[in-house]
C-alpha cells in the first residue's frame, strides 16, 4: 500500500484508437480508496471508453493502469 495506507487505482496516459480515430488521448486519471469520482464531458468525449480500460473491458493502445503502483494493463478483467 502507499504511504497514507489507502489503495489508489490509477490510469496513466491513456490512449485509446478505433480505426484511425483517436477517441482517448493521453488520459489520466487518479482515484484513492474511499474517493467517489465521476467523468463528466459530452457525448464522444471518452469518458466510457475511459472506464472500460480502467476496469479492463477493454485494454488501452498506450498508457498503463496501477493498483497502488503496480502496473495491471495486461491483467484480465476478472483477475483486477
Avoid: C, H, W
Amino acid at each position: 500500500m502507499n504511504s497514507n495506507n489507502k489503495l489508489s487505482l490509477q490510469g496513466r496516459d491513456l490512449i485509446k484508437i478505433y480505426s484511425k480515430r483517436k477517441v482517448v488521448n493521453g488520459v489520466t486519471v487518479k482515484v484513492s480508496q474511499g474517493e467517489i469520482v465521476g467523468l463528466l464531458g459530452p457525448n464522444g468525449a471518452g469518458k466510457t471508453t475511459t472506464f472500460y480500460m480502467i476496469t479492463g473491458m477493454i485494454r488501452p493502445n498506450s498508457g498503463d493502469i496501477l493498483l497502488d503502483k503496480k502496473k495491471i494493463t495486461q491483467l484480465p478483467m476478472y483477475k483486477r
